[in-house]
């Protein structure tokens, strides 16, 4: 138990440091602190959602499966991948995020439409993006998780569409993993046995088979068989 005097003294000490937490009486003041806390939110979670709710992913994993198969270590190196991912990303996503814009982000700064409206016609958007991407037996498997009941495409919530997608990205991605490394392996597979015939066992094999995967994957124009093939990959 405090003292009256020591009480008051403590009060005072703590308005002096400015320790008053006050509510704003106008709500418009208060709605515009959500926002901000809201904007804040999301531009700490933007890497997030810019990697599972976007193409990143199969084009990231698909990337490295390519230098893998190719049996190079750090060539090219993880951040020249990860930045050539990104940049084909917003090359694929470039429809979808051209829709958001005319249809939410110009109508919210023009007054025509509420902040929530907004984000409403923008998640619509990517839901459709998704879904077109997404396995309908993923969509199933994760409304079995969440205990949800038969519905329509339009109204699968968002927590079910997003790790439906991922799944489903991932699982595209090592399909098409699986097919790159096969012409590799078949060269792999000719330069091991060609050693063993030549008595050559102590000849790494991977210094006689790198070079030809290398220009094998020139001679056919690899990477734009790889762009293509991953652009082509994609409904929108």
Not at 65 to 71: Q, S
Not at 189 to 198: N, Y
């Amino acid at each position: 138990m405090f003292s009256e005097p020591g009480a008051q003294a403590q009060a005072n000490a703590t308005n002096s440091l400015g320790f008053n937490l006050q509510l704003p009486d106008d709500p418009k003041e208060f709605d515009l602190s959500i926002r901000i806390v809201i904007f804040f939110t999301l531009l700490a979670i933007a890497p997030s959602l810019m990697i599972m709710m976007t193409c990143f992913t199969r084009i990231v994993i698909v990337m490295s499966f390519l230098r893998t198969a190719l049996a190079l270590q750090q060539a090219p190196s993880n951040q020249l991948l990860v930045s050539f991912s990104l940049f084909l990303t917003f090359f694929i996503m470039g429809p979808v995020f051209e829709d958001i814009n005319s249809t939410a982000l110009t109508p919210y700064s023009e007054g025509e439409i509420t902040s929530q409206e907004a984000i409403e016609i923008g998640a619509d958007r990517m839901r459709t993006f998704m879904l077109k991407q997404t396995r309908p037996k993923d969509v199933e498997f994760f409304l079995g998780l969440a205990r949800v009941g038969p519905t329509t495409l339009d109204n699968v919530p968002l927590r079910v569409v997003i790790p439906s997608f991922v799944l489903s990205e991932l699982t595209t991605a090592f399909q098409m993993g699986f097919f790159l490394f096969l012409p590799f392996i078949l060269i792999d597979f000719v330069v091991a046995i060609v050693l063993m015939s030549l008595g050559l066992m102590f000849l790494p094999p991977t210094m006689i088979s790198m070079p030809m995967k290398l220009l094998l994957f020139v001679l056919v124009d690899g990477w734009t068989l790889l762009v293509r093939s991953l652009v082509d990959s994609f409904n929108y």
